[in-house]
């Protein structure tokens, strides 16, 4: 029973590139989230699709990151370019529906130059 | 906004001991959800609560939406047990979000 799985597990970029992060939900799971965590800040919301719509957008992290879910097994976080202050741990999580538990993956650690 | 307030921020038990955590919410929230941080900073899911209480081994979980709290209580705690937890709570509104305390840091030793 495999559960939220993402990759890469680290990432280090300099900067101004663009990187891609990839999550892969729960099979069935309708609702996947994009979270940054940070110490600082704890954790932000990014993005929420609900069966691949997205319907929230975390406001202030439009303008260099964009979520996108193209079917229901797979998205992808893009940064673009990519800051220092961007450096944090990526969270993906899925949730059968909406206000049900939220399953998270690993994260992504990213580092940026 | 809305607010999650965790408590305490670091908790040291000796093995075979016990105690809880607790979150208070600014407002009314309709679920809550605890999760473990294990040693490779992942997330576990431990409890989803909508109401009343839950409990799974050592651990015992209780959600009061009305009056705005929640807590984990953690029994014969042993050493595997330490790490950081942290309570997640669901707002009234339409969004599912999770609003996520700051965590407790529980150290257990022997």
């Known amino acids: 029973d495999a559960g939220v799985t993402q990759t890469p597990r680290h990432e280090v970029a300099e900067k101004g590139q663009t990187i891609i992060l990839k999550c892969e939900p729960v099979?069935?799971?309708?609702?996947l989230f994009w979270y940054r965590q940070t110490k600082i800040q704890g954790l932000e919301l990014l993005s929420y699709f609900r069966s691949k719509s997205l319907m929230e957008d975390g406001g202030a992290f439009k303008d260099r990151f964009k979520a996108e879910m193209l079917n229901s097994s797979f998205s992808t976080l893009k940064i673009q370019p990519t800051e220092p202050k961007d450096s944090a741990v990526y969270l993906c999580?899925?949730?059968?529906?909406?206000?049900?538990?939220?399953?998270f993956g690993p994260g992504t650690r990213l580092l940026v130059l | 906004g809305d607010q999650v307030e965790q408590s305490p921020s670091a908790l040291s038990l000796h093995e075979g001991t016990g105690s809880a955590l607790r979150c208070n919410f600014t407002?009314?929230?309709?679920?809550v959800q605890w999760f473990r941080k294990n040693s490779r900073g992942s997330l576990i899911n431990l409890f989803y609560?909508?109401?009343g209480t839950k409990e799974n081994g050592r651990l015992k979980s209780a959600f009061d939406s009305k009056e705005r709290y929640s807590t984990l209580h953690i029994r014969d705690a042993q050493l595997e047990d330490s790490g950081t937890y942290f309570c997640a709570a669901l707002n009234q509104g339409g969004s599912a979000k999770l609003i996520f305390g700051e965590g407790t840091k529980l150290t257990v030793s022997s």
């Open positions: 407002t009314t929230m309709r679920a």
């Open positions: 999580a899925s949730s059968p529906d909406w206000g049900d538990t939220q399953y």
């Open positions: 609560l909508a109401s």
């Open positions: 099979s069935g799971h309708n609702d």
